[in-house]
């Protein structure tokens, strides 16, 4: 293999590894494996965009805050559509296009959409991310938001016995 070519093998890696970075991020909180979550980002990593925690959020307010606004609430994320920019070989930034589904049991106040009992957003997340020690990790998260639809208060909330998570030591379990 020459050099060149282990320089395209190293840049598919880092992107396959960026995209499943993403992808934790996003079963991490729909599963709400906080802990989890909370090892996908560096220690100084910041936020900015989400109802969940203000500007410049730290990881453990963003993560605190997620956990909390959630605690009751079923989401789905979905990311799609990734255009990944390696910067050097330990930086790169991201855009995902993006859709959730947050739904509470009952109606509630949220500053996205008020007097709902949750919403369907659209938009996209602007990243950057740092390998440290051979991981990549999310650095900078941006929640743009290009669309909100309120869900009406009467929506039907899932039954719990409807909701089948996944066991989260799957992946792990294999061989």
Sequence with gaps: MTG??????????????????????????????????RGLFTADARFEGF???????????FVSGVAARLADAVSVHHCHTPEITLLSEDRARGVWAMQDHLQWPRAIALKEAPHASGFQGFGHYEEEYLREAGQWRMHRLRLTRLRIDPLPAATRFPEPASLRCHDPRWLEALP
């Excluded at 996003?26 to 802990?35: A, F, L, M, S, V």
């Design 4 to 37: 060149t070519d282990q320089q395209r093998l190293e840049r598919l890696e880092s992107l396959v590894s960026i995209r499943q970075l993403k992808s934790r991020y996003c079963r991490y909180i729909d599963t709400k494996q906080w802990e989890a979550l």
């Design 51 to 61: 109802g969940s925690a203000p500007d410049g959020a730290d990881v453990q307010t």
